[in-house]
Every structure is written in structure tokens, then in C-alpha cells.
């Protein structure tokens, strides 16, 4: 938690603690059904046709951004081109 401060300190609003782990999960119930991302796109100037170029770049601009928080933090990507390789493994 002392090296998540020290490096996300300014732009954390509040701390919580606990006897041991918490976790946090949800969804975004708008995109979790055809009609929710219908309504998505619609509302962003996204057309049906553009859905495949528009979700490839947005994914790009997600593994981009946290392949940066990677490197800067020092830590090494290895693209595992199996699934049937053990992740644990490779990561220890």
C-alpha cells in the first residue's frame, strides 16, 4: 500500500483498510446487453459498421496505456502465445 501511495498519492481522494484483502467488483450494466451498447454507440457518433475499427483502436489505446504504467514501474511484458502455458510460471 506504501508504494501504491507513493506513486498515486496526488490523485487518491481517500484510503481505506481493512483486516485483510477487499475487493471490489461491478459491472457496467449499460454496456452488459446489446440494446445498453446500441445505446452507447449511438450517443458517442459510433455507427454499427465502425464497431470493429473503433473497438480495435480503443483496444490499442488500452494496451498501450497500460504497457506505459508497466515500463515506467519497471516491470517486463512477455506476450504468452498459448494458453496452455502457465502464467504463474512464467510470472515467478
Not at 28 to 41: C, F, I, T
Not at 61 to 75: F, H, M, N, Y
Request: glycine share 10%; hydrophobic share 35%; net charge positive.
Amino acid at each position: 500500500m506504501k508504494k501504491f501511495m507513493e506513486l498515486f498519492g496526488e490523485k487518491t481522494i481517500g484510503c481505506l483498510s481493512g483486516w485483510d484483502r477487499l475487493a471490489f467488483r461491478g459491472t457496467l450494466r449499460w454496456l452488459a446487453s446489446k440494446r445498453g451498447v446500441g445505446s452507447y454507440l449511438s450517443c458517442n457518433g459510433i455507427l454499427f459498421k465502425d464497431f470493429g475499427r473503433w473497438a480495435e483502436s480503443l483496444t490499442q489505446r488500452v494496451r498501450a496505456a497500460c504497457e506505459d504504467v508497466g515500463k515506467s514501474l519497471g516491470i517486463r511484458m512477455e506476450y504468452l502465445r498459448s494458453s496452455t502455458l502457465c502464467k504463474e510460471e512464467r510470472a515467478r
